[in-house]
């Protein structure tokens, strides 16, 4: 039984990796490894919502980081159709059985953020009467575009702490990704900051965050800062070293400074602020 006023669709990142050659590009449903990883990021993201709001977070066929970031640059069309097999399905049997008219917030990470935008492009257009009662959209770790907001009229970015029916965006990195390739950053990324919700560049000291969620899942103070870098898109935190280890697992993609799998964690307790201080202005409305 939903206990709280508002519900969170949150779409898990890319947890499924191919280790053999032999291995599907797509991870069947019943993936047990898959699955465990997306509990795990269920924990560490969408836990951000926990106080506020009741959790959907379903499972889905997910696609390898290679195999997405192909379909991205070859045939981005193909998107549309791939998320009708299981987020729209699952989207229509929410809101049909589940949702009960309640306000919502769509929530997602790096892979389930390229899903977010997705479902808000293209579902929410076919039905605005569900996009009415969106409290926020959360497309975290993945780029929402100037050129995305221009084709989509009925989308808005957030442009401040309290806004509703918005877009929340960012991609997080080290001052050393400047120039560096990184996967989920694309040409004209619109990012939020997160400690002081603002578009600019005015830099916000990590005694402003509210807390970060560390890797023994504690809440500590003044440990990451932000600054929006508005020519790339992007949040960076300068007052953070990644270990050597998160940092090879990630150059590949993500360029050889970047926070992408701390996204959440870093601005843990802001973000939960957010949540509730959006959820406030909804229900004034």
Same mark, same amino acid.
């Given at each position: 039984?939903?206990?709280?006023?508002?519900?969170?669709?949150?779409?898990?990142?890319?947890?499924?990796?191919?280790?053999?050659?032999?291995?599907? @590009?797509?991870?069947?449903?019943?993936?047990?490894?898959?699955?465990?990883?997306?509990?795990?990021?269920?924990?560490?993201?969408?836990?951000?919502? +926990?106080?506020?709001?009741?959790?959907?977070?379903?499972?889905?066929?997910?696609?390898?980081?290679?195999? =997405?970031?192909?379909?991205?640059?070859?045939?981005?069309?193909?998107?549309?159709?791939?998320?009708?097999?299981?987020?729209?399905?699952?989207?229509?049997?929410?809101?049909?059985?589940?949702?009960?008219?309640?306000?919502?917030?769509?929530?997602?990470?790096?892979?389930?953020?390229?899903?977010?935008?997705?479902?808000?492009?293209?579902?929410? *257009?076919?039905?605005?009467?569900?996009?009415?009662?969106?409290?926020?959209?959360?497309?975290?770790?993945?780029?929402?575009?100037?050129?995305?907001? +221009?084709?989509?009229?009925?989308?808005?970015?957030?442009?401040?702490?309290? @806004?509703?029916?918005?877009?929340?965006?960012?991609?997080?990195?080290?001052?050393?990704?400047?120039?560096?390739?990184?996967?989920?950053? *694309?040409?004209?990324?619109?990012?939020?900051?997160?400690?002081?919700?603002? =578009?600019?560049?005015?830099?916000?000291?990590?005694?402003?965050?509210?807390?970060? =969620?560390?890797? *023994?899942? +504690?809440?500590?103070?003044?440990?990451?800062?932000?600054?929006?870098?508005?020519?790339?898109?992007?949040?960076?935190?300068?007052?953070? *070293?990644?270990?050597?280890?998160?940092?090879?697992?990630?150059?590949?993609?993500?360029?050889?400074?970047?926070?992408? =799998?701390?996204?959440?964690?870093?601005?843990?307790?802001?973000?939960?602020?957010?949540?509730?201080?959006?959820?406030?202005?909804?229900?004034?409305?």
């Amino acid at each position: 039984e939903p206990q709280k006023n508002v519900d969170v669709i949150y779409i898990y990142p890319t947890v499924y990796g191919t280790t053999l050659e032999t291995e599907d @590009d797509i991870a069947d449903i019943a993936d047990t490894s898959m699955r465990v990883m997306a509990l795990y990021s269920a924990a560490n993201q969408a836990s951000v919502f +926990e106080e506020s709001c009741n959790i959907y977070a379903p499972y889905y066929r997910q696609f390898t980081v290679e195999s =997405l970031l192909d379909i991205i640059d070859n045939s981005p069309e193909s998107l549309y159709y791939i998320a009708a097999q299981d987020l729209y399905n699952m989207l229509d049997y929410y809101f049909e059985n589940l949702n009960e008219e309640r306000p919502f917030i769509l929530a997602g990470h790096s892979q389930g953020s390229v899903w977010v935008t997705v479902i808000l492009e293209d579902y929410m *257009k076919e039905h605005p009467e569900y996009l009415d009662n969106m409290v926020a959209a959360y497309a975290i770790g993945y780029s929402v575009t100037e050129e995305y907001l +221009e084709r989509n009229p009925h989308l808005k970015f957030a442009k401040g702490d309290r @806004d509703t029916g918005v877009i929340i965006s960012y991609n997080t990195e080290g001052p050393g990704n400047k120039e560096a390739y990184n996967c989920v950053v *694309k040409e004209g990324a619109v990012s939020i900051n997160p400690i002081n919700w603002k =578009l600019d560049d005015t830099y916000a000291a990590k005694e402003e965050n509210l807390g970060t =969620l560390n890797e *023994k899942g +504690e809440l500590v103070k003044h440990y990451a800062d932000a600054r929006l870098d508005v020519d790339r898109g992007v949040v960076v935190c300068s007052s953070v *070293k990644n270990s050597q280890e998160m940092q090879a697992a990630l150059s590949k993609y993500f360029g050889p400074e970047s926070f992408h =799998l701390q996204d959440y964690n870093l601005y843990y307790a802001s973000l939960q602020q957010n949540v509730a201080d959006r959820i406030e202005t909804f229900m004034e409305k």
